[in-house]
């Protein structure tokens, strides 16, 4: 099939593939908690996901939300929607309350970045840009998290 007549992956497949061979799962301390990080990922992104939606996204996650309310945003959209959200779900209200949850919180928001990178998922005029902004926002909650001042 021609790659140009590829459907879209959307945000639940990419998530589900990432998670299913995510390469920060290799540590068991970080196995462990990958659960809860995978589970706080898909609340941001159906509390805070319609924010980088489309109009014609938001009549879609309606539409979806009527037949299944949760986890309806990653359902509709793709990996740019998922990318675009990532800065956000590494913001001090969305880490996870223990320290080291919040690091593997990272750590996976850093490995997902990547993951979609290698796999080609993210291409087009705005990729560049939303990959910085996702790099950025670890970096600066990563500073916050070691208790440094330039954070």
Same mark, same amino acid.
């Given at each position: ?56 996204? @938001?009549?879609?996650? *309606? %539409?979806?939300?009527? &037949? #299944?309310? =949760? /986890?309806?945003? !990653? +359902?509709?959209?793709? $990996? ?41 998922? @993210?291409?087009?005029? *705005? %990729?560049?840009?939303? &990959? #910085?902004? =996702? /790099?950025?926002? !670890? +970096?600066?909650?990563? $500073? ?8």
């Amino acid at each position: 099939m021609d790659d140009d007549a590829r459907v879209p992956l959307s945000g639940a497949h990419l998530l589900a593939s990432f998670f299913a061979s995510a390469p920060v799962a290799t540590h068991p301390a970080t196995r462990a908690r990958l659960p809860r990080v995978r589970a706080h990922l898909l609340t941001y992104l159906d509390t805070e996901g319609e924010q980088w939606l489309t109009p014609d996204e @938001l009549v879609l996650v *309606g %539409a979806e939300r009527q &037949l #299944e309310p =949760v /986890d309806a945003v !990653v +359902r509709v959209t793709g $990996a740019e929607v998922v990318v675009a959200a990532l800065p956000g779900f590494c913001h001090p209200a969305w880490l996870l309350p223990a320290s080291r949850d919040a690091r593997t919180q990272l750590q996976v928001v850093a490995a997902l970045r990547q993951w979609v990178t290698d796999h080609g998922y @993210l291409t087009g005029p *705005g %990729a560049r840009y939303l &990959l #910085e902004r =996702v /790099d950025e926002a !670890v +970096r600066r909650a990563q $500073a916050t998290l070691n208790g440094s001042p330039t954070a």
